[in-house]
């Protein structure tokens, strides 16, 4: 038989539940509003009622970033509130107002909703441009190319700005890989320069444009630095904290299983019978007495211990490795997923890098990579690192799996690189392609 009072306590969980999810676009359109109260509040407080922006002159940048901050919490708090009001609102139907009248819920008036949506639009429509989000997010990391800046600016006959750095955020103008024009580029980059080296503000113009590319290169940089620390980072310390201390307790007990596999078996057997060989010789060219077969023994017994400490913390960190590097690819992961905007500044810097470089030195970059990983040493080189992965998460070096890997992979790689060749770089450096080849022949 139940018990009431059990019943009773469950029937009231599930009615509060109930409640909690027919108030859900109520619920959400109210944080939405609080938020969108709050930035009013910054702009009303400290911006004269205007717009959240860097243009302003009052304040220093740390204090902007302090702003910036609070005004990018804030919006993608009334975006996700937005977003789950209506999805609750186009879920919800007749019935379920109806069962919201019965459970004792009553809805706010058309009115007063009608009202708070356009409190939030009129905040935040000020902000909507995603571009200026990016820029706002990132202290205007996100800049153009500063040639490009200076062209279009040069045409319109405007200053170069925040502003105007937006814009040209916004319009995205197309990679040096994918426009093409009717006249040579050095004839119209010329002209370009010509017109800037004429202008009476041009030297403010390329102090600024040198600052926004200073900033381009060290947002790569660091963003570079970043991808490569994090996750040597977070594997030693998830090595050391985590997944070792684990890894050692469960092993602690285990005397008998000291290797991971045949390699790691036959590997001290050859040792230990070097071992004594060594001590044999050693015995024979020396003045000493012979070895008795007791004292051999002791000799042996005493290396036969010291091989298997030593294999069994190799095999113990084998599978710390795995653990541990499964640590590192999460945290490179999530540091991508939260760095878009630092990731498509690194797309322009290397675009940048990489375009600029003279027709000679793309050749010598593309024939010195194709030739590391691609060329007729290359598989040596490959089954080094695939037998040093290996090692490295205690696997036995299947030479099988190794052939097939190097008779494949660098061939696709070779297939990419051919390809790249053909569709971007020939259409954008005919004379490097031309170049790429004299120096292969």
Do not use: C
């Not at 000020?126 to 153009?144: P, R, W």
């Not at 800046?149 to 995205?172: G, H, L, M, R």
């Not at 290996?390 to 070779?414: C, E, K, M, Q």
């Amino acid at each position: 038989m139940k018990n009431p009072v059990f019943s009773e306590k469950i029937y009231s969980f599930f009615l509060a539940a109930y409640r909690w999810y027919l108030l859900t676009p109520e619920r959400s359109l109210e944080e939405a509003y609080q938020s969108a109260l709050k930035i009013k509040e910054i702009e009303d407080h400290h911006f004269n009622g205007n717009k959240i922006s860097s243009d302003a002159a009052m304040y220093s940048s740390s204090v902007m970033d302090y702003f910036q901050a609070d005004l990018q919490k804030l919006l993608k708090n009334v975006r996700m509130r937005l977003t789950e009001f209506k999805a609750s609102r186009w879920f919800s139907n007749e019935s379920k107002q109806k069962a919201a009248a019965k459970a004792g819920i009553e809805y706010s008036n058309a009115a007063l909703v009608l009202k708070k949506l356009e409190f939030i639009d009129q905040v935040i429509g000020k902000y909507t441009n995603d571009a200026v989000n990016d820029v706002l997010e990132n202290n205007s990391e996100n800049l153009v190319n500063s040639s490009i800046i200076v062209a279009e600016n040069k045409v319109s006959n405007q200053p170069i700005t925040p502003k105007s750095v937006i814009k040209n955020n916004n319009n995205k103008p197309k990679r040096k890989a994918d426009s093409t024009g009717v006249l040579p580029r050095s004839i119209l980059t010329t002209i370009t320069r010509l017109q800037a080296e004429l202008d009476p503000s041009s030297e403010q113009e390329v102090v600024q444009n040198f600052r926004q590319t200073q900033k381009i290169t060290i947002i790569s940089v660091r963003f570079i630095l970043l991808l490569i620390i994090v996750p040597l980072l977070t594997h030693q310390i998830a090595k050391a904290v985590v997944v070792g201390p684990v890894v050692d307790r469960f092993r602690g007990s285990e005397t008998e299983q000291i290797f991971l596999n045949e390699e790691m078996e036959e590997e001290a057997l050859i040792e230990l019978q070097r071992f004594e060989e060594r001590i044999k010789f050693e015995n024979l060219i020396s003045d000493a007495p012979p070895l008795s077969s007791e004292v051999l023994e002791i000799k042996m017994q005493e290396k036969a211990q010291e091989v298997a400490e030593e294999f069994r913390r190799e095999s113990a960190n084998a599978i710390k490795n795995v653990f541990a590097d499964v640590f590192s690819v999460v945290a490179f992961v999530w540091l991508l997923l939260i760095s878009q905007s630092s990731i498509s500044v690194l797309k322009d810097f290397f675009d940048h890098v990489v375009y600029g470089l003279s027709d000679s030195a793309k050749a010598f970059i593309i024939i010195l990579f194709t030739d590391v990983f691609v060329g007729f040493h290359s598989p040596h080189g490959w089954e080094v690192i695939l037998e040093g992965l290996s090692r490295h998460w205690g696997l036995p070096a299947n030479r099988d799996f190794i052939f097939l890997f190097i008779a494949t992979f660098p061939v696709i790689l070779d297939t990419i690189f051919k390809y790249w060749i053909f569709r971007y770089l020939n259409r954008i450096s005919p004379s490097a392609v031309a170049t790429y080849h004299n120096m292969n022949e």
